[in-house]
Nanobody, 124 residues
Framework: QVQVVESGGGLVQAGGSLRLSCVASGRIDWPYSMGWYRQAPGQERKFVAGISWNASDVKYSDSVKGRLTISRDGGKKTVRLQMNSLRPESTAVYFC?????????????????WGQGTQVTVSS
């Protein structure tokens, strides 16, 4: 059984920063990618960022490029998402997921295990 736990969400003013962390535990077939998705109220869950198993490749959605940075410790089950210059439209529940591939998928069906999510609220 795989567990994925996110942390670091909260309330921040527009222009501020937050750092999300995610730890995966349990029996996970190595190597694997990891990624972040977000879901705003009334909207579908959308890809935010992903990172390959050895952190050599990263992928971002166009809406967050230049403001968010994903990272992971090589060979470890921890991934982080540094979020800068946050905007009110960034308000959402952010989900971490373990990928079923070694490269970086940006489609949800290629992520096998998901966390419960952490709330990020950006006030204007």
């Amino acid at each position: 059984q795989v567990q994925v736990v996110e942390s670091g969400g909260g309330l921040v003013q527009a222009g501020g920063s937050l750092r999300l962390s995610c730890v995966a535990s349990g029996r996970i077939d190595w190597p694997y990618s990891m990624g972040w998705y977000r879901q705003a109220p009334g909207q579908e869950r959308k890809f935010v960022a992903g990172i390959s198993w050895n952190a050599s490749d990263v992928k971002y959605s166009d809406s967050v490029k230049g403001r968010l940075t994903i990272s992971r410790d090589g060979g470890k089950k921890t991934v982080r998402l540094q979020m800068n210059s946050l905007r009110p439209e960034s308000t959402a529940v952010y989900f971490c997921a373990v990928g079923a591939t070694t490269d970086v998928p940006d489609v949800s069906y290629l992520y096998s295990s998901w966390g419960q999510g952490t709330q990020v609220t950006v006030s204007s």
